[in-house]
């Protein structure tokens, strides 16, 4: 089964409104990562955040992480059209040296 | 500009034909692998090297192989394509461990007749 699981599958705002996604994972982690894709495209590093972070910003996105919940939070503000895309967590246990991804949430944002 | 290649983008083919999926970057990066993506399995790696020569199976070998002679490339050979393989196959590259930030190439959409 997929290390990490994110919530929700799929998320519809509208263009200025926030958008968060979540993503759970099962085992111990050295970081977590989050990754876009456009639609049959190839996936874009978003952002990494260690174990030993709680919170990262990078210009509009805003990552958090609790590892007593093993969770995670992507935040995006002010969204916009061009921010329409999946978005991945991935998860690199402490036991290992792979990432996994998940499954992904499908956002759209309306103009 | 740093990237990551693969060719071909798109393939239709029959099964039993053997085939190979390129993959080149040129980033002079050690560690590579291979992900297949399908709706609902999210990416799911294929196999991965973390040098020349040194290459290892990841989460869903069976059907596949890989070769890594030079650090720049790393081809996916298809021996005797079925229908299940049929997917969007990703290439991706990272500097030194597999958790740094992947470089993923732009997709290979395969589909096995």
């Known amino acids: 089964s997929q290390q990490g699981e994110e919530d929700p599958q799929a998320l519809s705002i509208q263009e200025g409104e926030n958008a968060t996604m979540n993503c759970s994972y099962k085992t111990s982690i050295n970081n977590l990562q989050w990754y876009r894709q456009n639609s049959g495209r190839g996936l874009v590093h978003l952002i990494l955040?260690?174990?030993?972070?709680r919170e990262k910003h990078s210009g509009r996105l805003r990552v958090t992480l609790d590892t007593s919940k093993k969770s995670s939070s992507l935040l995006i503000t002010a969204s916009r059209a061009a921010d329409t895309a999946s978005y991945f967590c991935?998860?690199?246990?402490?036991?290992?040296?792979?990432?996994?991804f998940g499954e992904g949430t499908q956002l759209t944002v309306n103009p | 500009e740093a990237q990551v290649t693969q060719n071909p983008r798109y393939l239709i083919t029959v099964t039993g034909k053997k085939l190979t999926v390129t993959c080149s970057q040129n980033m002079n990066h050690e560690y590579m692998s291979w992900y297949r993506q399908d709706p609902g399995l999210g990416l799911r790696q294929i196999y991965y090297s973390m040098n020349v020569e040194v290459t290892d199976k990841g989460d869903v070998p069976e059907g596949y192989k890989v070769s890594r002679k030079e650090k720049r490339n790393f081809p996916l050979i298809l021996e005797s394509p079925s229908p299940n393989q049929t997917s969007l196959y990703f290439c991706?590259?990272?500097?030194?461990?597999?958790?740094?930030?992947?470089?993923f190439g732009p997709g290979t959409r395969l589909t096995v007749l």
């Open positions: 955040i260690r174990s030993n972070e």
């Open positions: 991935a998860t690199q246990e402490t036991s290992g040296s792979r990432l996994t």
């Open positions: 991706a590259s990272t500097w030194g461990l597999a958790t740094d930030t992947q470089y």
